[in-house]
Nanobody, 124 residues
Framework: QVQLVESGGGLVQAGDSLTLSCAASGRNVNSYAMGWFRQAPGKEREFLAA????????NYAASVQGRFTISRDNAKNTVYLQLNRLKPEDTAIYYC?????????????????WGQGTQVTVSS
């Protein structure tokens, strides 16, 4: 069992940056691939990025590559998602997720554990 708790969301202006955190706990949490998704109102949940706890491999959605950065702090069992040059269309609930298989997992059904989400709102 893995528990995930996101934090760091908020209301920002277009062009601003924001860093989201995901604190992970549970058995063998460091063996899981960690991912970030978001879901805007009326839309499906969208994959953003994933990485292994080793930090050696990352995977990004083309839509956010170069603008969002996933990272981790093994000592704190925390994964981060830095959001740069935010746009109003980035407004969504952002979720952290874990799967025991691969960072190449990009669909909601491939992830076994989810956090409660953190709201990011970008004003124009």
């Amino acid at each position: 069992q893995v528990q995930l708790v996101e934090s760091g969301g908020g209301l920002v202006q277009a062009g601003d940056s924001l860093t989201l955190s995901c604190a992970a706990s549970g058995r063998n949490v460091n063996s899981y691939a960690m991912g970030w998704f978001r879901q805007a109102p009326g839309k499906e949940r969208e994959f953003l990025a994933a990485m292994a706890w080793s930090g050696l491999s990352t995977n990004y959605a083309a839509s956010v590559q170069g603008r969002f950065t996933i990272s981790r702090d093994n000592a704190k069992n925390t994964v981060y998602l830095q959001l740069n040059r935010l746009k109003p269309e980035d407004t969504a609930i952002y979720y952290c997720a874990a799967n025991p298989r691969t960072i190449r997992a990009t669909t909601e059904g491939e992830y076994d554990y989810w956090g409660q989400g953190t709201q990011v709102t970008v004003s124009s």
